[in-house]
């Protein structure tokens, strides 16, 4: 999942770094206990696929028992007691405004498949994955901004897939490190065209042995995802129309992606000697100059 970069208060006791403004003071007070329901349901699950050391038999069968009880939402049974924390709260917003739970199982496919898949062929798989990883997020903040249409769909989901990827990327020393193969996900092709192994990337070696090749590498990957981006360049403006909080609030989130990039270009590739985080000086930079 799209670690989502987080300035400001965010749920209790998550016990994570975060990217990107979650349930902020800056979303319209309304909005905050649904965007609260969904963000814990959504890192929960993640925890589930990436956190510890479960066997991925005991993740698949946890993240189904999440399966069964969205499934249990949507036609009126009760929820595990064991999973009410979590599947209450979206009870209630599934119930009171008609949040569509189709983006919840998508999410969830995305995250069943982050147990066993642990490697990407293409940027095309990559982004069949940010599809499923992160743009369902986007689709039911749209439809709590009551702001549901196709071109809005295009945008957002050119952030959230943007989003997704700059956290790859940040994290790409990290997750060199989960399970017992390393996950890798950059495209495997394009590490063969650059002369890299998984080898390289999983021991770091990618920036060590040729240190001008793996940061033109990273620029290439960098920029893509400043294209994605662009693409959504003007959805802040649009929500902003209908709230000023809502439109700041995406903003923020942009520009911390942005500036993401920015530190792992200025590192020149190399997330493997410190992992580039957001700090409250680049929140406050950002804040005040966009």
Request: hydrophobic share 40%.
């Amino acid at each position: 999942m799209a670690s989502s970069p987080s300035v400001l208060p965010t749920l209790p006791d998550t016990g994570h770094y975060e990217n990107f403004p979650v349930a902020s003071l800056l979303l319209p007070k309304q909005l905050r206990e649904p965007v609260a329901a969904i963000y814990r349901f959504a890192r929960c699950a993640d925890d589930i696929a990436d956190e510890g050391n479960a066997r991925p038999e005991s993740r698949l069968v946890q993240l189904q028992a999440y399966e069964d009880a969205l499934t249990a939402i949507t036609t009126g049974r009760p929820v595990p007691v064991a999973l009410a924390p979590v599947f209450q709260p979206l009870r209630k917003i599934h119930e009171r405004l008609g949040l569509p739970l189709a983006p919840c199982h998508a999410l969830l496919s995305a995250f069943m498949q982050d147990v066993n898949q642990t490697r990407y062929a293409s940027y095309t798989d990559l982004l069949d994955y940010c599809a499923r990883s992160a743009n369902p997020v986007g689709h039911l903040m749209l439809f709590l901004f009551e702001a549901d249409t196709p071109q809005n769909r295009v945008m957002s989901d050119a952030i959230c897939s943007a989003l997704q990827l700059t956290n790859h990327w940040q994290d790409i020393a990290v997750d060199a490190r989960k399970g017992s193969t390393g996950r890798i996900y950059l495209p495997q092709d394009e590490l063969t065209l650059w002369g890299y192994t998984d080898a390289d990337i999983l021991s770091g070696d990618c920036v060590t042995r040729s240190p001008e090749r793996w940061a033109e590498f990273m620029a290439f990957q960098t920029n893509r995802v400043r294209a994605l981006f662009d693409t959504g360049r003007a959805l802040p403006g649009v929500l902003g129309c209908q709230s000023w909080r809502i439109g700041q609030e995406l903003r923020l989130t942009v520009a911390g992606g942005r500036r993401i990039l920015n530190k792992i270009e200025t590192a020149r590739g190399d997330v493997f000697a410190q992992r580039p985080t957001l700090n409250w000086a680049d929140w406050l930079r950002l804040m005040v100059l966009g």
